[in-house]
């Protein structure tokens, strides 16, 4: 089975300061990764995803991550965190089965952003 | 504009009286799917279906029920909720049950049963 742990379930930074947010997953194949956004009252919004290629994906609003395999890592970061940024992140594995891609969500992490 | 419209926004309702949270995805998606989410635990899967008529449970399945009788359609039968029902709610969609192509989310149904 896969599964998916983010690091911290709160996370605070202050403006212009580096985001890192932390995760990584267990699967037992080749995994598709995913980094979604969800802003207050809203949906999730992809931000990226990582199917195969280039390890380092960027995504929307700056953020980007990267696939290591070997430490079954996918953090995600953003340089110069904004205000804008606050919001929650989820960090998601999926892998093809008879079912199709079943998609694993991780239990969040809340970034708020300090003026 | 794509997107998935989900109806109620926020429903409030007595246990065991049956309701339903409709939505719809004007993409022609093929797979759809409801998750429930909850603080700590992040999304679960409920449902989904990978097509007209194609249903399947997904991680919490018990106390729910779905249909699909047409492609943009997925409606979220609760029969009689219960308290641990109350949760945020969410229907997804994506073009088809393969490749790896992102979700679109609604916004949300926030569900209190009392």
């Known amino acids: 089975a896969q599964s998916v742990t983010q690091l911290g379930s709160h996370v605070s930074v202050s403006e212009g300061a580096l985001v890192l947010l932390r995760c990584n997953y267990s699967?037992?194949?080749?995994?598709?990764l995913f980094w979604y956004v969800q802003y207050p009252n809203q949906g999730l919004q992809l931000l990226l995803k990582y199917t195969t290629g280039a390890t380092l994906v960027k995504g929307i609003n700056g953020f980007e991550a990267e696939f290591k395999k070997s430490e079954t890592s996918f953090h995600l970061t953003k340089p110069s965190a904004h205000m804008s940024d606050a919001a929650e992140y989820f960090c998601?594995?999926?892998?093809?089965?008879?079912?199709?891609?079943?998609?694993?969500f991780g239990g969040g992490t809340r970034l708020m952003v300090k003026p | 504009e794509a997107q998935v419209t989900q109806n109620p926004r926020y429903l409030i309702t007595v246990t065991g009286k049956k309701l339903t949270v409709t939505c719809s995805q004007n993409m022609n998606h093929e797979y759809m799917s409801w998750y429930r989410q909850d603080p700590g635990l992040g999304l679960r899967q409920i449902y989904y279906?990978?097509?007209?008529?194609?249903?399947d449970k997904g991680d919490v399945p018990e106390g729910y029920k779905v249909s699909r009788k047409e492609k943009r359609n997925f409606p979220l039968i609760l029969e009689s909720p219960s308290p641990n029902q109350t949760s945020l709610y969410f229907c997804?969609?994506?073009?088809?049950?393969?490749?790896?192509?992102?979700?679109?989310f609604g916004s949300g149904t926030r569900l209190t049963v009392v």
């Open positions: 699967s037992s194949v080749p995994p598709y």
């Open positions: 279906s990978m097509n007209v008529e194609v249903t």
């Open positions: 998601a594995v999926s892998k093809l089965n008879n079912a199709g891609n079943m998609l694993t």
């Open positions: 997804a969609s994506r073009v088809s049950q393969r490749g790896a192509g992102g979700y679109t």
